[in-house]
């Protein structure tokens, strides 16, 4: 059972981690396409 728990705590932190890039960097191309269609600078 211990095993099991460590095993799943160990695969959990690596999914969250691509989850969380995964929205940065979605939000990140929406602000570059955004930012390309009206003209302005990124930063």
Do not use: Q, S
């Not at 981690?17 to 003209?39: E, P, T």
Request: hydrophobic share 55%; proline share 2%; net charge positive.
């Amino acid at each position: 059972m211990k095993d099991i728990l460590m095993m799943g705590y160990i695969l959990v932190w690596p999914t969250v981690v691509a989850v969380m890039m995964f929205l940065m960097g979605r939000g990140i191309l929406r602000d570059m396409r955004k930012a390309r269609r009206n003209g302005e600078d990124l930063v």
